[in-house]
């Protein structure tokens, strides 16, 4: 059974450095077409693809964050990290981390809550 | 502005169908598969539909998937009152080297 889970601060002051880590079970990132993708949803709006990173170490990011944006993983630990630099009011949003084969994001986690505010 | 289009809601009564429209272009639904999301009020995401028309394991056959040139469509028949939800169509787009998302449906069952 694959399972994630993301952490993270929920309260982030305007200009900092955002760090959230997503912790899974169930699969392995040194698979074949495995990856993992970081997903965000600003309080009442769509859903925001933000960035993946697939077994192999390659990294894609959404072309309007790619500058603030960096994804790693490590697989001995099972992680993969997200951070997001510069973080602002308009940053505040549930993230998602999900489970990626192929294309196919088949398995979300539960989400965690970031509010950028002073 | 998502670089897929999607209505903002669409809905029907109870056992009737509704159809969920997705449109894009070439550099995504028309060269890439589609996926479908469905979530329901203060829950992440479930993955409906991938490759367009194909069903995760534990996904009732009353959700179905098509795609057409630039455009998808996600079908629901049967409906029920736990169908409300808000539903997402996303896709790969070859240009930007990105995943997309369509705007999301919020489905009503009257």
């Known amino acids: 059974q694959i399972t994630l889970k993301e952490s993270g601060p929920t309260l982030v002051k305007p200009t900092q450095t955002l760090t959230l880590t997503c912790t899974f079970s169930?699969?392995?990132?040194?698979?074949?077409?495995?990856?993992v993708g970081w997903i965000r949803q600003p309080p009442g709006k769509a859903l925001e693809w933000l960035a993946l990173?697939?077994?192999?170490?390659?990294?894609r990011y959404s072309p309007s964050l790619k500058s603030r944006l960096t994804i790693t993983k490590d697989t001995s630990k099972n992680q993969v990290v997200l951070t997001m630099t510069n973080m602002d009011p308009v940053d505040t949003a549930t993230y998602y981390c999900?489970?990626?084969?192929?294309?196919?994001?088949?398995?979300w986690g539960k989400g965690t809550t970031v509010i950028v505010s002073s | 502005q998502s670089v897929l289009t999607q209505p903002p809601s669409v809905s029907a009564a109870p056992g009737q169908k509704v159809t969920i429209s997705c449109s894009g272009s070439s550099s995504n639904i028309g060269n890439n598969y589609v996926a479908w999301y469905q979530q329901l009020p203060g829950t992440a995401p479930k993955l409906l539909i991938y490759e367009s028309n194909k069903r995760p394991s534990g996904i009732p056959d009353r959700f179905s998937g098509s795609k057409s040139g630039t455009s998808a469509t996600l079908g629901i028949t049967g409906l029920q009152t736990g169908d409300e939800a808000d539903y997402y169509c996303e896709t790969w787009d070859s240009s930007l080297s990105a995943a997309v998302f369509g705007g999301g449906t919020q489905l009503t069952v009257l």
């Open positions: 990173i697939y077994w192999d170490d390659d990294k």
């Open positions: 999900a489970h990626v084969h192929g294309s196919d994001m088949d398995v």
């Open positions: 169930g699969f392995s990132l040194s698979t074949s077409a495995v990856g």
